[in-house]
């Protein structure tokens, strides 16, 4: 079995789709089968063929990106003209790109089983105070949806979504009506046999620091945690428009900033991180949580999307509402106090990893539906 999974950036890309796109890809290839990417970046703006960690990649020709998500035109389409006959199975991890409408249009034209990944934000809240740009993004993408949702999920042969919440959500979001080929397969995680033994000691984040991801709350939060311990280390990693809210508190809080960290180096970051915030609010299933989890970090975050999937509250870490400030602020001291709690629940999340979240079980699930819906197509 051949397949191409159509990612939006490249596997080394430091994004969620595109982690969980290189771990399935390189199970399928553990597997024996033939899985290659087919993807986009500004990096390679020409059509060209490039291995990276390991795996075949295919560039296509790149026009521009608009907040964050990439436009080939008719690139896509004009490139699986060329490539789409080599391969039996076309795996789309990019539902709201240019790239992914023209895959599925390709594959209804020329008959080839496609399989649509949802990602999450299948709901797109307008948040306050973020920017103008990701404002009209969100506009753009409700347009999108009212348009086109109900024809894409449509042309797709089978919908597999990461998180539960947004499975039920399909039909409900996307103006449509799906009621077969509809699966449950969530991120996945490796497990390390032995961890890198740093002291534990920052209270870390890491994503986009915009409005959406919530990095204003989370420094309200920790200016708060900060009259109870003052100067208590803070790890933040990420890039975004309130990037100057860090300038704003360094004299006040103690704040360790990193820009940017390669997905092979970010290891030895969660295992010098104590507990892990996430106040998104807006999320699926965040490939950061699950690191987290598999890294031994505790987890305090959001109860969004499908996060609650991945941490249940008081059980392996703690969950809150968006735009709470003072709970999450006690929470935080409240754990710092109770190291026993500390361990209960960093031993509950990697049990529950054991349980559903390892790559080798997603990647067997993802195998049964690639089979089916061969099956299928074939009668």
């Given amino acids: 079995m051949k397949i191409l999974q159509i990612s939006p950036r ?28 087919l993807t986009g970046d500004p990096k390679y703006p020409s059509e060209s063929v490039r291995t990276i960690s390991g795996i075949k990649c295919i560039f296509q020709k790149f026009i521009f990106a608009f907040g964050g998500v990439n436009f080939e035109i008719f690139n896509t389409f004009k ?19 240019i790239s992914g409408l023209q895959a599925l249009l390709y594959a209804k034209i020329f008959r080839k089983p496609a399989i649509m990944t949802i990602h999450g934000n299948l709901k797109n809240p307008i948040i306050k105070n973020q920017s103008i740009l990701q404002t009209l993004k969100m506009y753009l993408i409700r347009i999108y949806y009212n348009l086109l949702g109900k024809m894409i999920v449509g042309f797709a042969d089978a919908v597999i979504s990461v998180s539960k919440i947004d499975l039920m959500n399909i039909n409900k979001e996307l103006f449509c009506s799906r009621k077969k080929n509809n699966y449950w397969i969530p991120n996945c995680i490796s497990l390390k046999s032995k961890l890198p033994n740093f002291t534990r ?9 915009s409005s959406r991801k919530g990095f204003d709350d989370f420094i309200k939060i920790m200016d708060v945690v900060n009259t109870k311990y003052p100067k208590i280390p803070i790890l933040i990693i ?18 360790h900033y990193i820009k940017k960290v390669s997905n092979e180096k970010i290891q030895d970051f969660y295992c010098k991180t104590k507990l892990f ?13 699950l690191e987290a989890m598999a890294y031994e970090a505790v987890v305090v975050s959001t109860n969004i999307g499908g996060i609650p999937e991945l941490i249940i509250d008081k059980e392996n870490g703690r969950l809150f509402s968006p735009g709470e400030i003072i709970l999450p602020a006690e929470i935080i001291c409240y754990l710092l106090e109770n190291e026993i709690i500390q361990k209960k629940y960093v031993q509950n ?27 299928e197509m074939s009668t």
């Fill in 79 to 97: 490139t699986l003209i060329k490539i789409g006959k080599n391969y039996d199975i076309l795996h789309i991890h990019s539902f709201v790109t």
């Fill in 10 to 37: 490249p596997p080394d890309f430091p994004a969620g789709v595109e982690i969980f796109v290189k771990k399935l890809t390189k199970s399928l290839k553990e597997k024996e089968l033939v899985c290659d990417i």
């Fill in 201 to 209: 000691k920052y209270i870390t984040y890491i994503g986009r620091l």
């Fill in 238 to 255: 990420g890039e975004g428009p309130l990037q100057f809210l860090i300038d704003q508190y360094k004299t006040k809080l103690n704040i």
């Fill in 277 to 289: 915030v996430m106040n998104s609010w807006v999320e699926g299933l965040p490939t950061v949580i």
């Fill in 349 to 375: 999340s990697i049990k529950l990893i054991k349980r559903k979240f390892t790559c080798r079980s997603i990647a067997e699930n993802h195998l049964k539906i690639y089979s089916k819906i061969m099956r």
